[in-house]
């Protein structure tokens, strides 16, 4: 069986909100990540990255982003979205290391878009 194609973030975002990863996290003020849908407010241990991809922007470098398919201890799943480098969209203090502390867990493909 062919597996879809998924060369934009907008189609890979579809395919996961089909699958449950609807909650997209952002950092709160006081430099932890929060859930705005759900209210829950996480440290770096309480998640795990589950899949991580990249986007490059075919002309300009302001287009490139990656995405953090994320679980919580829960099970209850999201996302954070943000631009590469110098471009990052997260200004909060604290993004680039919180991100780096969540333990990964790269899970097959299938799992997500099986």
Known sequence: MEKPEMTTLTRVLEKLHDRGFDHELKMSDHGRMQSPDTSKIY??????????????GES?????????????????????????????????????????????EDRDEQLLFG
């Not at 990656?66 to 203090?93: I, M, N, P």
């Open 60 to 104: 300009d470098p302001s287009d490139s982003s990656v995405l953090y398919v994320l679980e919580d201890k829960e099970g209850d799943k999201g996302y954070v979205l943000d631009a590469y480098g110098t471009y990052t969209t997260h200004d909060e203090s604290g993004f680039n290391e919180f991100i780096k502390k969540i333990p990964v």
């Open 43 to 56: 440290d770096p241990e309480d998640l795990l990255i589950v899949k991580t991809y990249r986007f490059e």
